[in-house]
């Protein structure tokens, strides 16, 4: 059977095989941050909902809910962040095409 996919290989060239990417610097520009803007904003979702669990559950202990909300707003802030970042990055490509 591997004897097979060899020859197979073999008779392939590189520029028989078209695989999908990015057709310029704009694209790849794009198919690169707009998946770590995405995950960026997951995990700061994360961090507020976690941060709000933990806020809830404090009983009032003043340490917890100080640690609580700096992680709220240290995850607000880190998401204004990535969602001007996303921003200017489409306003720039915008204004290269």
């Known amino acids: ?5 060899l020859q197979f ?5 590189k520029s028989e095989i078209n ?6 610097d704009r694209g790849l520009i ?3 941050l707009l998946p ?3 995950w960026a904003g997951v995990l700061a979702v994360v961090i507020i909902i976690v941060s709000g669990f933990l806020y809830v ?7 917890q809910v100080a640690r609580a909300k700096n992680a ?13 970042a996303f ?8 204004a290269v095409s």
């Open 9 to 13: 290989a073999a008779l392939i060239s």
């Open 36 to 38: 770590v803007y995405f």
């Open 30 to 32: 794009k198919s690169v």
């Open 57 to 63: 559950t404090s009983n009032g202990s003043a340490q």
């Open 72 to 84: 709220i707003i240290g995850a607000v802030v880190g998401l204004v962040v990535v969602l001007m």
């Open 19 to 24: 695989l999908p990417g990015p057709t310029s």
């Open 87 to 94: 921003g200017i990055t489409t306003m720039v490509l915008g």
């Open 1 to 5: 059977m591997n004897y097979y996919l």
